[in-house]
T-cell receptor, first 116, second 115 residues
């Protein structure tokens, strides 16, 4: 079974500072992918970044980077230079690649608030 | 442009009524999903489908039903048996396969309120 744990229900960060959102996972799959999604108050789910389990380098997308530590089973999201528009709920997710569509798991989310 | 379309965006229902939420995708994705989200909470899987004419229960399927008659379409019916249907419903789709399958694409959601 897969499990995603996000231990920070809420986080605050000052505008222009960096913030790290924690995500740990558990899986027996040898091959898997890790995702981060942003959900603003409007409800839409916005894909931010993806890390494959065999990727040796940490994924980066603009101000987003994923700090992937495979041995520790963590996939933390780092947002640099926070902006007011970054205030949202953030979800970590994982999918296994054994072929079953069932193997897609979300964490409980972290509510990020960026302070002016 | 390719994407997922959910409708309606907002829906009000009286107790005892069935309602159907539409989900259509033109991404040629194999798998489709329905999630329920309550305020301040994460996503809970209702149903998913890997292929046409086949679907599987997720974690909270009771009181819901789905169909997958076409690859593009995966409607969700919230039946009167669902005890607390007021929630935000998200439809999603993805390719199946290996690490190049990509991310899960989401629709904009449907907000159901039972009066």
């Amino acid at each position: 079974a897969q499990k995603i744990t996000q231990t920070q229900p809420g986080m605050f960060v000052q505008e222009k500072e960096a913030v790290t959102l924690d995500c740990t996972y558990d899986t027996s799959d040898q091959s898997y992918g890790l995702f981060w999604y942003k959900q603003p108050s409007s409800g839409e789910m916005i894909f931010l970044i993806y890390q494959g389990s065999y990727d040796e380098q940490n994924a980066t997308e603009g101000r987003y980077s994923l700090n992937f530590q495979k041995a520790r089973k963590s996939a933390n999201l780092v947002i640099s230079a926070s902006q007011l528009g970054d205030s949202a709920m953030y979800f970590c997710a994982m999918r296994g690649f054994s072929g079953s569509a069932r193997q897609l798991t979300f964490g409980s989310g972290t509510q990020l608030t960026v302070l002016p | 442009d390719g994407g997922i379309t959910q409708s309606p965006k907002y829906l009000f229902r009286k107790e005892g009524q069935n309602v159907t939420l539409s989900c259509e995708q033109n991404l040629n994705h194999d798998a489709m999903y329905w999630y329920r989200q309550d305020p301040g909470q994460g996503l809970r899987l209702i149903y998913y489908s890997q292929i046409v004419n086949d679907f599987q229960k997720g974690d909270i399927a009771e009181g819901y039903s789905v169909s997958r008659e076409k690859k593009e379409s995966f409607p969700l019916t919230v039946t009167s048996a669902q005890k607390n249907p007021t929630a935000f419903y998200l439809c999603a789709s993805t390719l199946l396969g290996g690490e190049n399958a990509g991310e899960l694409f989401f629709g904009e959601g449907s907000r159901l309120t039972v009066l």
